[in-house]
């Protein structure tokens, strides 16, 4: 017999970078909270290569995901096991956001500089490529560096054609596929192995259903980065996501789709999980996003727990109508809030809602009484405050490139954390303390309770939950000074991974400092997880806890909507529930005109 043919290797790195903290080192924890949906969607796509064998018969495709908000990444350590192997390589730098690309690059040049390529995409590209005349600065600069810029999806063979071209050594400087997005159906299932799944805390994953957003909401990237026409998988596609995730033991997944309420197939998916759950015990638990309308799809929310959905990410956005006007949020009708989360609450869903401050009408005393209105008339869990941001990529970005209208320049502070611009009716000094004032005035010991009563009110939810998910955010934000959704187990610090253009810290210096931290936020963890877990085992121990009533849980009586402060004191409010009730009225009208038309024809 001949002598075996003599296999190749093609190391395909898959990176997601984390973004640095104020004091400019990466923000990554011994466990992360929230999975990487983009992680897991490059890595299936990876797999789908290795399976096809795209280099060939004698090419071995090897992938090997890393997010570094729960991994520490040695660039140095993963050149030499790439030398050592004998192996080509590539590395890909994946889903990087504005916030995360001056961290992608420091780590993109320490592979350039050992000789290997690399190759950078995400929301910051695609949506700079998507939305500017010319190639903006820090994208160029990274291309003269030689990182290899990708804007677009990488289905449909996208991805295939780079790692084509980083085994031949042609990678080109700009793979741009913004004007030709890919179809979703039978795309290959995003997916990641039990070795990166084990990082994210209770083995949580991710996949999407949808892509692209019919809405024209000013402050969006996703409408200009995945487009505004609707692109789906299939309820197959979905069985094949779940039965491969199965397998490793996971059945908690967080559906990044940005709307799936808008997602036409949305019946199909539930009904199929339904049916996995009924027929063979495969039941799930999930996390979905919708927007404030929901509630009025007939069904949505009975199928939606029925298929496994303990919690709803909404976009509130805001509860000033002139604020959602303003920003193009027209579908948004605070005249449903109420219903719409009454609705969510009493079929035993946990809600969290999104938030924005920073809007051109916003003043210090309407963001902070605005707050008060939604604890008090609104029958929310968690609320994620977020500042008005111009991220590249969307309308709000593009208009004020445009305009010159000064916006920093850090981009690592494009996070929705952080202010980047001016508001027209606070200094920053004020807006500042504004935004964090806005987070202690939701979070207080006293609202907590009042959310926790709320959930013991109904026969078989925990009270203690509520309570435990925003102690975490206080202490995130309190503890951390991070927003909470970047929080995690555990926060790691490594000395030499400060940001490039900053001083690395003497050692004794950097372990002096790190304890002296460590321990202030150790005694803040403990008087707030203490206080949280009080707070949760009194309501939880409250024999009459089953007969708490409030304003929010109260029924939406037409008559009684005046009295709110929601319509009376907020910007636009009583405008928008005069034009309810007139369109009410109309609607009532027809009605009232086709049974007459009916009763006079019998």
């Not at 990678?171 to 990082?199: I, Q």
């Not at 102690?471 to 503890?479: D, G, L, P, R, V």
């Not at 929080?487 to 030499?496: D, E």
Request: net charge neutral.
């Amino acid at each position: 017999m001949g002598a075996a043919a003599k296999r190749s290797t093609f190391r395909l790195v898959l990176i997601k970078p984390t973004h640095y903290d104020d004091d400019g080192y990466p923000i990554t924890w011994f466990r992360s909270h929230i999975p990487s949906n983009t992680l897991a969607a490059l890595y299936g796509l990876a797999e789908d290569c290795r399976e096809r064998q795209v280099l060939g018969p004698d090419v071995d495709i090897v992938a090997q995901p890393i997010d570094e908000t729960n991994s520490r990444i040695r660039a140095d350590r993963i050149v030499a096991d790439i030398k050592r192997s004998n192996s080509r390589a590539l590395i890909c730098l994946v889903g990087v956001q504005t916030n995360q690309f001056p961290r992608a690059v420091d780590l993109a040049s320490q592979f350039i500089k050992a000789g290997l390529p690399v190759a950078l995409g995400g929301f910051h590209v695609s949506g700079c490529i998507s939305m500017l005349p010319v190639v903006p600065p820090e994208i160029q600069a990274a291309m003269d560096m030689g990182i290899s810029m990708f804007a677009g999806e990488a289905e449909e063979g996208r991805l295939d054609e780079v790692v084509r071209d980083a085994w031949n050594g042609t990678l080109k400087a700009l793979y741009n596929y913004m004007d030709d997005l890919p179809s979703m159906e039978g795309a290959a299932p995003p997916r990641l192995p039990p070795t990166a799944l084990a990082r994210n805390e209770g083995r949580i994953s991710s996949f999407d259903l949808g892509r692209g957003c019919p809405f024209q909401c000013s402050f969006c990237t996703i409408i200009n980065v995945q487009g505004r026409k609707s692109r789906f998988r299939t309820a197959d596609d979905l069985e094949a996501i779940v039965r491969e995730n199965y397998k490793q033991g996971i059945t908690t997944f967080f559906i990044t789709d940005d709307n799936m309420a808008r997602n036409k197939h949305w019946e199909d998916f539930f009904d199929r999980l339904i049916e996995l759950k009924e027929n063979e015990g495969i039941a799930l638990s999930l996390i979905i996003q919708v927007d404030t309308q929901c509630h009025r799809i007939p069904h949505f929310i009975h199928k939606a727990r029925w298929a496994g959905v303990f919690r709803v990410f909404i976009g509130l956005e805001n509860i000033n109508p002139d604020n959602l006007l303003a920003a193009k949020k027209r579908q948004n009708k605070i005249t449903e809030y109420r219903k719409m989360l009454q609705a969510w609450h009493t079929s035993g869903a946990s809600t969290w809602a999104g938030y924005i401050l920073g809007f051109p009408g916003d003043t210090r005393e309407s963001i902070l009484r605005d707050m008060e209105i939604i604890k008090n008339e609104l029958p929310l869990d968690i609320l994620e405050l977020f500042i008005l941001t111009p991220l590249p990529g969307s309308e709000d970005h593009q208009t004020q490139w445009k305009q010159g209208i000064w916006m920093d320049a850090d981009l690592n502070k494009y996070d929705v954390h952080h202010r980047v611009v001016h508001h027209p009716r606070m200094s920053d000094k004020e807006f500042d303390q504004t935004y964090r004032d806005a987070w202690r005035t939701y979070y207080t010991p006293e609202h907590t309770e009042t959310v926790a009563r709320r959930h013991g009110a109904i026969p078989g939810r925990n009270p203690a939950e509520p309570a435990r998910f925003m102690t975490m955010f206080k202490i995130m934000f309190e503890a951390e000074g991070i927003h909470p959704l970047e929080g995690g187990i555990l926060r790691l610090k490594y000395r030499a991974d400060r940001r490039h253009g900053m001083p690395i810290v003497p050692i004794g210096l950097f372990h002096y400092r790190l304890a002296v931290e460590n321990w202030k936020k150790l005694k803040i963890y403990v008087r707030l997880a203490w206080q949280g877990w009080r707070i949760g085992q009194k309501v939880k121990h409250d024999p009459k806890r089953h007969e708490y009533m409030d304003l929010a849980l109260s029924p939406v009586v037409e008559e009684d909507l005046d009295k709110l402060a929601l319509f009376a004191e907020t910007a636009g409010g009583e405008a928008a529930l005069s034009k309810r009730r007139g369109e009410d009225i109309a609607r009532d009208r027809v009605v009232a005109a086709r049974n007459q038309q009916l009763a006079a024809a019998e």
